[in-house]
């Protein structure tokens, strides 16, 4: 069997120049894992560039060497490309042609449905987060530090929803209780990521959810925004934190028309439904209990036919 760490480490020291990337649409997990891969080769003494499609929310800044991070680059030519949490090459938007130019690609990952697109896959979707998989590939090296510390933490503790998902284990406790050793505190961690609405974002908040709708069974609620902005920090995981508080529901969903005929559709549920597979009928992707797609076309034709295929999906598991 393929020992994909130990490939990994050879492929680190065997070579001079890193390209670091990950996802568009930026969060914890990405910026976590590329910030903590960068802390590492940096302290290999590598050469290390992270190029990115999309500008880092600020909410995220507070991770170390985030200034770093560049969404133009000169320079195309790396040895290799490291590639973080993400299903697919595409997903890394316009960072995609430079992947092709690297002798080789290194794709780490725990999407469900990863693609398998690089030379090394090391891939693990029953890992929590790329954070929780990268802590392997650190703690194998022997190299953690506070700083990398805190970017791991961070990364996992995003992608577990504040350890609430099902996707929290023991490893995953285990690995948080190891990286306070190093100085980590999840108070500032949950104040930079969390605390940071203005009133006029919690009235928008307070209208949404008071427009909630839900099929006949309850067992499937919804919301539509009409002219959805993106944010400095992630106001979807603040309405789906609320939604949440729900008892009986199943799965939530968010239609967010972001652009002219393009409807953003974000998917949560409780562990009965696997909303992975409802988003990939629709041309996307993600986790079992979390994922999206985006629809072309209008609003309440694609409220119609979303939820008309989740509550098909649904009753079938009745
Ligand atoms: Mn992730």
Request: proline share 2%; with cysteine; aromatic share 8%.
């Amino acid at each position: 069997m393929r020992n994909l760490l130990k490939e990994i480490i050879e492929k680190i020291k065997n070579s001079k120049s890193f390209l670091i990337t990950a996802h568009v649409s930026l969060e914890g997990d990405a910026l976590g894992s590329e910030l903590a891969t960068y802390a590492l080769l940096r302290k290999l003494k590598k050469r290390v560039v992270i190029y990115n499609n999309d500008h880092t929310p600020p909410i995220y800044k507070f991770l170390p060497h985030s200034g770093v991070i560049k969404n133009v680059l000169k320079e195309d030519k790396f040895d290799v490309a490291i590639v973080l949490d993400c299903s697919d090459s595409s997903r890394t938007g316009r960072v995609k042609d430079y992947l092709a130019r690297a002798k080789c690609i290194i794709n780490i990952d725990h999407h469900i449905s990863n693609t398998f697109f690089g030379d090394i896959n090391l891939v693990d979707s029953k890992a929590s987060s790329a954070c929780q998989i990268l802590y392997r590939l650190c703690d194998k090296i022997e190299i953690m530090d506070k700083n990398i510390a805190l970017c791991l933490y961070t990364g996992i503790f995003t992608d577990t929803g504040n350890f609430t998902y099902t996707n929290t284990t023991k490893e995953t406790h285990r690995i948080v209780a190891n990286l306070m050793h190093y100085g980590v505190s999840p108070r500032l961690i949950y104040e930079n990521v969390h605390s940071l609405c203005e009133d006029k974002d919690l009235k928008l908040i307070g209208k949404i959810i008071s427009h909630l709708k839900f099929d006949a069974s309850r067992r499937i609620c919804w919301a539509i925004i009409n002219k959805w902005k993106d944010k400095d920090y992630d106001l979807t995981e603040v309405i789906f934190s609320i939604m949440r508080l729900l008892k009986n529901v199943e799965v939530l969903i968010l239609f967010k028309k972001v652009d002219k005929n393009k409807i953003r559709v974000n998917f949560r549920s409780r562990p009965t439904v696997d909303v992975n597979r409802i988003a990939q009928f629709f041309g996307g992707g993600g986790h079992k209990s979390a994922s999206g797609t985006t629809i072309e076309g209008e609003l309440a034709q694609a409220e119609r036919k979303v939820i008309s295929f989740v509550k098909r999906y649904t009753n079938k598991l009745k």
